[in-house]
């Protein structure tokens, strides 16, 4: 039976079982529950479990070092899953402490498994918004990294510290503006339009890209940004027409682009 397949009052006790065999494990220096419930087929059981790990490290000091050595030791298992919830909670420990989930973080952009490299990704993101400095500090690291998987999971994962402060995000998305990969040039125009559409955001964007010389990828951008303030018009600061009123008058009406029409 799966998390919620079971009522309120069950996933509550479920919970806690699941804090209280966590505690166990560390204090007792074994792994065993923690193995148990991060390989769990259950999404929201595992996650249960990271979240717990994450609340344990924040209020329990005392578990902070136990947890860290559990989490190593996880963290070579052969289960992915396991691995992917590894970077999960060590993700929850980066929102307040992110030197200890540093070398997590760095292991998991070079995982063979999608998934892990994924977490990495989503970790950086929810790090990003809480503990902004060292997250863009770890992720200058990697941006112009050989292999272009670990560029594209870098670009993908300031996204979101992007849509706060696109102007610490914009030069980086710049220094890869020449990328000759496909699949990281397209998360490179996929952020910029990430990023366009919330308050004040796609005025800095639009000033930004003037600075920009690849223009066949900014003409991609700008139609990204159109098709986004569609795409999300429920969230989005400016209306799909605004949108396009605004280039046009910002970016187009100075020759720099022929995207709109």
């Not at 990294?145 to 710049?174: Q, S």
Request: aromatic residues 8%.
């Amino acid at each position: 039976m799966s998390f919620y397949d079971l009522n309120k009052e069950q996933r509550k006790l479920l919970v806690d079982k699941i804090n209280n065999g966590i505690l166990s494990d560390l204090s007792t220096g074994k792994g065993s529950h923690l193995l148990i419930y991060f390989a769990d087929e259950d999404t929201y059981i595992r996650k249960t479990a990271y979240l717990s790990i994450g609340k344990i490290y924040k209020v329990k000091k005392e578990n902070c070092t136990e947890i860290i050595k559990q989490l190593d030791l996880l963290s070579g298992n052969d289960d992915a899953k396991v691995r992917q919830t590894v970077i999960n909670a060590a993700g929850e420990i980066g929102l307040i402490d992110f030197q200890e989930a540093e070398p997590f973080m760095e292991k998991g952009l070079f995982d063979k498994h999608h998934t892990v490299r994924n977490a990495v990704i989503g970790s950086i993101k929810k790090m990003g918004e809480k503990n902004q400095v060292p997250v863009l500090t770890f992720a200058k690291r990697f941006l112009h990294h050989e292999n272009a998987e670990v560029r594209r999971e870098i670009c993908h994962g300031i996204e979101l510290f992007g849509r706060t402060h696109p102007e610490d995000i914009l030069p980086l998305l710049k220094e890869l503006q020449y990328e000759e990969t496909a699949r990281v040039r397209n998360t490179i125009i996929h952020v910029i339009g990430q990023i366009s559409y919330k308050k004040a955001c796609l005025e800095a964007v639009i000033e930004h890209l003037k600075t920009w010389e690849n223009t066949a990828l900014v003409e991609k951008a700008i139609d990204e940004i159109i098709d986004v303030h569609e795409r999300y018009k429920n969230f989005a600061f400016y209306t799909q027409e605004q949108a396009v009123k605004y280039i046009k008058k910002h970016w187009c009406a100075k020759g720099k682009s022929k995207a709109v029409r």
